[in-house]
T-cell receptor, first 113, second 115 residues
Framework: DAGVIQSPRHEVTEMGQEVTLRCKLI?????LFWYRQTMMRGLELLIY????????DSGMPEDRFSAKMPNASFSTLKIQPSEPRDSAVYFC???????????FGQGTRLTVV | AQTVTQSQPEMSVQEAETVTLSCTYD???????LFWYKQPPSRQMILVIR??????QNATENRFSVNFQKAAKSFSLKISDSQLGDAAMYFC????????????FGGGTRLMVKP
């Protein structure tokens, strides 16, 4: 099993540009979390999907952030327009519903200059 | 809402010695899971160990074991025979036993291993 795959691993972009982060779930998993990690705030949950449906998006910071699950195995997190304070490591994690353990991707380090 | 607290921002241990990382949590639920994740410099979040709240026996995984005190809402991680490769950030996390609940993380403890 390939595990959770995130792309890109690193992204550097200019303020105001659109950024899209991608995540491929583990085959058979049907729940997905997006987390953001910063030194100041630690690991914050942004959004949680179950069976492609957003269940809890209360952590999405602003309207500039949006997330989708167009199919059962893939998700995107989009920031438009990006700002320097969005610089962070973004993780996705997948779970098989009913199972306890979340498996994480390697994260995307986003730098907005 | 559940909260997870790691009171030790940094810990250090001599190679081959034993170290214990602390974690406390707050919940009103009786069915839940607790986890320790390791994050080395590569930033990959790696599951170290999991404890089901309904199990009285403490979980162990090779050199890693937990001390789960349900009444005290405490969940510490013991690393025996510490190795240089154990140096990392360690995060304690809580997940409700009800389907569909997210992981809540503590602030992390940075573990340094001295040769």
């Amino acid at each position: 099993d390939a595990g959770v795959i995130q792309s890109p691993r690193h992204e550097v972009t200019e303020m105001g540009q659109e950024v899209t982060l991608r995540c491929k779930l583990i085959s058979g998993h049907n729940s997905l979390f997006w987390y953001r990690q910063t030194m100041m705030r630690g690991l914050e949950l942004l959004i949680y999907f179950n069976n492609n449906v957003p269940i809890d998006d209360s952590g999405m910071p602003e309207d500039r952030f949006s997330a989708k699950m167009p199919n059962a195995s893939f998700s995107t997190l989009k920031i438009q327009p990006s700002e320097p304070r969005d610089s962070a490591v973004y993780f996705c994690a997948s779970i098989l519903t009913g199972a306890p353990t979340a498996f994480f991707g390697q994260g995307t380090r986003l730098t907005v200059v | 809402a559940q909260t997870v607290t790691q009171s030790q921002p940094e810990m250090s241990v001599q190679e081959a010695e034993t170290v214990t990382l602390s974690c406390t949590y707050d919940t009103s639920e009786s069915d839940y899971y607790l986890f320790w994740y390791k994050q080395p410099p590569s930033r990959q979040m790696i599951l170290v160990i999991r404890q089901e709240a309904y199990k009285q026996q403490n979980a162990t995984e090779n050199r890693f074991s937990v001390n789960f005190q349900k009444a005290a809402k405490s969940f510490s991680l013991k690393i025996s025979d510490s190795q240089l490769g154990d140096a990392a950030m360690y995060f304690c996390a809580y997940r409700s036993g009800n389907a569909g609940n997210m992981l809540t993380f503590g602030g992390g403890t940075r573990l340094m291993v001295k040769p």
